[in-house]
């Protein structure tokens, strides 16, 4: 673990003067540094670690990022712990920041500000010692890391010549994971029933962020089909050419069964693809998981 940090810092700027293709310390931080990071990931089902040197030539500013893929599978957008070494190889912080490349597209020249109070925001939600930094310097001219310096909501730094040992690595990754947890759990806006413990609310969350995640969502619509599984509808029927491929996921797994901090999803067994009101009706129900017992009322009504 220990030359996650030490190989770039030590041999990034050499390597930059060199050949962008095929380079070894590009391989590396595409690939062998995320893997020894998703090594100490307790569920490396739900979360992807990728690590980049640029694209099609060297960034100022290389970096590995984890992202949980229930808030986000991209570096553009959301946000997430990642691992960015300054330009000058001087250091590199721990951050939990912010996708920026969506922000860019959307604001423009307000990128910056927008990236800053988010992360104000963002704070505000979470439980922050004195340990944890505010601002971070990439040392950079570079769009992209002055934008990366105003999305950082919290950051450890780490010189180049005080590089943690591993266990302390470790530690502060998996304390990194825990406030990114706890901030995913913070920032989804549902509504819940009065009276639910800590644990019962986080699992709530959990739930409602697997039913609207657009990856499985797609997953489970190519795997089951788009014929509403209560009560047979059938967009494409209905409306032709504009309701073809349409139908909605529904999270069957019963909210009490959720693991927090991990999950494994089965496509087949924990969705279900209604029709909109079907999806409506089942979540009225005291159990939203009893898809049979919604098959039974449509049954009872015809």
């Given at each position: 673990?220990?030359?996650?940090?030490?190989?770039?810092?030590?041999?990034?700027?050499?390597q930059?003067?060199?050949?962008?293709?095929?380079?070894?310390?590009?391989?590396?931080?595409?690939?062998?540094?995320?893997?020894?990071?998703?090594?100490?990931?307790?569920?490396?089902?739900?979360?992807?670690?990728?690590?980049?040197?640029?694209?099609?030539?060297?960034?100022?500013?290389p970096?590995i990022?984890?992202?949980?893929?229930?808030?986000?599978?991209?570096?553009?957008?959301?946000?997430?712990?990642?691992f960015?070494?300054?330009?000058?190889?001087?250091?590199?912080?721990?951050?939990?920041?912010q996708?920026?490349?969506?922000?860019?597209?959307?604001?423009?020249?307000?990128?910056?500000?927008?990236?800053?109070?988010?992360?104000?925001?963002?704070?505000?939600?979470?439980?922050?010692?004195?340990?944890?930094l505010?601002?971070?310097?990439?040392?950079?001219?570079?769009?992209?890391?002055?934008?990366?310096?105003?999305?950082?909501?919290?950051a450890?730094?780490?010189?180049?010549?005080?590089?943690?040992?591993?266990?302390?690595?470790?530690?502060?990754?998996?304390?990194?994971?825990?406030?990114?947890?706890?901030?995913?759990?913070?920032?989804?806006?549902?509504?819940?029933?009065?009276g639910?413990?800590?644990?019962?609310k986080?699992?709530?969350?959990?739930?409602?962020?697997?039913?609207?995640?657009?990856?499985?969502?797609?997953?489970v619509?190519?795997?089951?089909?788009?014929?509403?599984?209560?009560?047979?509808?059938?967009?494409?029927?209905?409306?032709?050419?504009?309701?073809?491929?349409?139908?909605?996921?529904?999270?069957?797994?019963?909210?009490?069964?959720?693991g927090?901090?991990?999950?494994?999803?089965?496509?087949?067994?924990?969705?279900?693809?209604?029709?909109?009101?079907?999806?409506?009706?089942?979540?009225?129900?005291?159990?939203?998981?009893?898809?049979?017992?919604?098959?039974?009322?449509?049954?009872?009504?015809?």
């Amino acid at each position: 673990m220990e030359k996650l940090l030490r190989e770039p810092i030590e041999n990034y700027l050499k390597q930059k003067r060199l050949s962008f293709a095929g380079n070894p310390l590009a391989d590396q931080l595409r690939h062998e540094f995320p893997q020894l990071i998703s090594q100490v990931l307790s569920d490396q089902t739900r979360y992807k670690v990728v690590g980049s040197p640029g694209k099609g030539n060297w960034t100022d500013c290389p970096w590995i990022a984890i992202f949980d893929t229930l808030v986000t599978d991209t570096a553009q957008s959301g946000y997430y712990p990642v691992f960015l070494f300054k330009a000058d190889m001087s250091g590199v912080y721990l951050s939990l920041n912010q996708g920026v490349t969506e922000v860019k597209d959307n604001y423009r020249r307000e990128a910056r500000n927008v990236l800053k109070l988010r992360a104000e925001d963002y704070r505000a939600k979470l439980d922050i010692d004195t340990n944890d930094l505010l601002e971070i310097n990439l040392s950079s001219k570079n769009s992209n890391a002055r934008l990366y310096e105003a999305g950082n909501i919290i950051a450890r730094y780490y010189p180049a010549d005080n590089l943690p040992n591993e266990t302390e690595l470790i530690g502060d990754i998996l304390h990194f994971l825990h406030l990114y947890e706890e901030l995913n759990f913070n920032d989804t806006h549902i509504n819940e029933n009065i009276g639910l413990t800590a644990i019962e609310k986080k699992q709530y969350r959990l739930h409602f962020r697997i039913e609207r995640n657009s990856r499985i969502s797609k997953k489970v619509k190519e795997c089951k089909g788009y014929i509403c599984e209560a009560c047979e509808f059938d967009f494409t029927s209905k409306y032709g050419i504009l309701g073809c491929n349409f139908i909605e996921a529904h999270h069957l797994t019963p909210i009490s069964n959720l693991g927090i901090g991990q999950y494994q999803i089965n496509i087949k067994i924990d969705f279900a693809v209604l029709c909109s009101n079907c999806h409506s009706m089942i979540h009225r129900l005291n159990d939203p998981s009893n898809i049979a017992q919604l098959r039974q009322i449509i049954k009872a009504t015809k």
